[in-house]
């Protein structure tokens, strides 16, 4: 079946610009997450969804970042005014579960600001 | 809190030799235990996981020991290819009343021919 899927795969935008970063979870999937990976580094926690509800955004780096779950399904992470700091590789995840269970990641978006 | 430690890496080898990639755990219970693969240019994937206290996860000629006793999953593999060059995850699931995996930082692998 479809795993999880993420767009644009590659994005750059000048620094000060907004970029919205979309990901698509396993359908049924009611879990979802978002990392933040900088070349080299391990996975940073950014923001947890159970359904549209996001009870945990405490990995949020600033207000310029927030993010939003429609439908159970669709997410779409927005920053604005974008820094050369947020170039990385943002990781979408999703699981049937509450953390419990195996995640399945997608691919990434990796954001380059210049 | 929960947490992961993994050796530093890289970690560089020929191709067919035995890869060990030490991790160590603190956790309240006893949870399942995870191992992810991340190879170049992709997202993480669980290579395997164990649920309880001495069982062994295996996949891809990979395996990795639940051990309570010393509260570790090595990863090993008797003989690397060059295609197992990646970055690996030891990982915990969430507990209590996070809702959040713990992931250690990763080893990245580099297998030479």
């Known amino acids: 079946g479809a795993g999880v899927s993420q767009s644009p795969s590659n994005k750059v935008t000048e620094k000060g610009k907004d970029v919205e970063l979309r990901c698509d979870p396993i359908?049924?999937?009611?879990?979802l997450y978002w990392y933040r990976q900088s070349l080299g580094q391990g996975l940073e926690f950014l923001i947890y969804?159970?359904?549209?509800?996001?009870?945990?955004k405490s990995g949020l780096p600033s207000d310029r970042f927030s993010a939003e779950r429609t439908g159970g399904s669709v997410s779409t992470l927005t920053i604005q005014r974008t820094q050369q700091e947020d170039s990385a590789v943002y990781l979408c995840?999703?699981?049937?579960?509450?953390?419990?269970?195996?995640?399945?990641f997608g691919p990434g978006t990796r954001l380059t600001v210049t | 809190g929960d947490s992961v430690t993994q050796m530093e890496g890289p970690v560089t080898l020929s191709e067919e030799a035995f890869l060990t990639i030490n991790c160590t755990y603190t956790?309240?219970?006893?949870?399942?235990l995870f191992w992810y693969v991340q190879y170049p240019g992709e997202g993480l994937q669980l290579l395997l996981k164990?649920?309880?206290?001495?069982d062994k996860g295996s996949n891809k000629g990979f395996e990795a020991t639940y051990r309570k006793e010393t509260t570790s999953f090595h990863l090993e593999k008797g003989s690397v290819q060059v295609s197992d060059s990646a970055v690996y995850f030891c990982?915990?699931?969430?507990?209590?009343?996070?809702?959040?995996?713990?992931f250690g930082r990763g080893t990245s692998l580099i297998v030479h021919p």
């Open positions: 956790a309240t219970g006893y949870p399942s």
């Open positions: 164990a649920t309880k206290a001495d």
């Open positions: 995840a999703s699981s049937s579960g509450t953390g419990y269970d195996e995640q399945y």
């Open positions: 990982a915990l699931p969430a507990s209590g009343g996070s809702y959040i995996p713990t």
């Open positions: 969804f159970q359904g549209n509800s996001a009870p945990d």
């Open positions: 359908s049924g999937h009611t879990a």
